[in-house]
């Protein structure tokens, strides 16, 4: 799992939790029928055994706790108000900044809180991002690295305590590198990551700016880090990671979430696998092409289907709502490693039962028929 996370960089977190968590299925993806209560351990169990921290990497995300000094630089740009994007906390910052004292306060004072818990946390305002003044001060106050998630709790709702009493000591005594320096390693792990990039892709997976990306860009170039090449298709350059290596053969066999970060930059996964995927979750019903969570299929080097997931957890049952074919491919060589796919998802899950579609090429021949 380590050596996985590692790799990856990050695991994005997201609230919908239709089939289960996003930030559980990248792993699933790679490693198969793994203990995602392990994960949950690392992530938010004892000081002692912390692995991970969260912090707005590409979005809200999971990240390997040794990276922790390479995003001070965010944190303290966040701190000085003069961080990229977050300009609704920035904004805030500036007209409520005696109220984030209070809160800054009262976490110190009575320990761990949720937004909840707060005593003035001041009335919602509304669904999605509808947040209460509490909940935009402790927000800030996390941004800029003063708190950090201490736990998560019921409906993930996320508490947070002053970052030195979460984070352990050998991590806090680590030193501060510079911004650069941070930056040219947050690159060199994208392009770990990524394989093959341009120079958007790099950019776009631990959200730098546009400026530092190019500048920082130019300078791996210069040191041998990162390699300029030519990729057939592509209207822009790739760069590489000299250790970088090409398979013989790919057996890839996978389900991927549409947070994973093998696909969710949408422009790039056109690119590479000439599949257009767009997350339909907030789209009108009427107008859904192929269904509300829908994950594509990885099977070798192509991305040959899409199913649409549901985890029906009252019945024990993972719903296959639909299963559509990518145009060329077989669908008699596709269904049985999806269904097979499919069933260590649901027993992963947890549930006993597999429900198939009845509809479509590609569900009728994974229903044998």
């Known amino acids: 799992m380590k050596r996985a996370i590692d790799r990856l960089g990050l695991l994005q977190i997201d609230s919908v939790n239709v089939l289960t968590r996003a930030h559980y299925l990248p792993l699933f993806s790679r490693l198969g029928n793994y203990d995602s209560q392990h994960l949950d351990s690392i992530a938010w169990g004892r000081k002692s055994r912390r692995g991970l921290f969260e912090f707005w990497a590409h979005e809200a995300s999971l990240l390997p706790l040794s990276s922790q000094p390479l995003w001070r630089w965010r944190m303290d740009r966040a701190a ?68 950090t998630t201490a736990t998560r709790r019921g409906t993930f709702e996320r508490v947070y305590d002053l ?64 390699l300029q090449v030519e990729v057939e298709g592509w209207q822009k350059p790739g760069y590489l990671d000299p250790a970088a290596r090409q398979p013989r053969k790919m057996e890839a066999r996978a389900l991927l979430a549409p947070f994973d970060p093998l696909i969710w930059e949408r422009d790039r996964t056109l690119r590479i696998f000439d599949f ?18 829908v994950l594509p299929f990885l099977l070798g080097d192509a991305l040959v289907a899409r199913v649409d997931l549901k985890a029906d957890r009252a019945n024990g049952t993972l719903l296959v709502q639909a299963a559509h074919l990518e145009d060329g491919a077989d669908a008699r060589k596709v269904a049985g490693p999806l269904r097979e796919e499919l069933r260590l998802m649901a027993d992963w899950l947890g549930l006993e039962n597999l429900s198939l579609p009845r509809a479509g090429t590609l569900g009728r021949a994974m229903r044998g028929k």
Not at 94 to 121: H, P, Q
Not at 182 to 197: C, D, F, N, T
């Open 80 to 147: 000085s108000n003069d961080g990229d994007g977050k300009g609704k906390l920035h904004l805030f910052r500036r007209e409520k900044k005696k109220y984030i004292d209070e809160i800054r306060r009262e976490v110190t004072d009575r320990g761990a809180l949720a937004a909840s818990e707060l005593a003035n946390a001041g009335p919602g305002r509304g669904a999605w991002w509808g947040w209460s003044d509490g909940k935009l001060a402790l927000e800030w106050l996390f941004f800029a690295g003063e708190l």
């Open 163 to 226: 970052t030195e009493r979460v984070l352990p000591a050998s991590i806090q005594a680590m030193p501060t590198p510079g911004i650069d320096e941070a930056q040219r390693e947050l690159m060199r792990m994208s392009a770990r990551a990524l394989g093959v990039a341009t120079e958007t892709d790099l950019r776009d997976y631990f959200r730098l700016g546009v400026a530092d990306t190019k500048a920082r860009l130019a300078e791996l170039l210069e040191a041998g880090d990162l």
């Open 276 to 293: 257009f995927y767009r997350l339909e979750i907030y789209t009108p019903v009427e107008k859904r092409v192929h269904g509300y969570y």
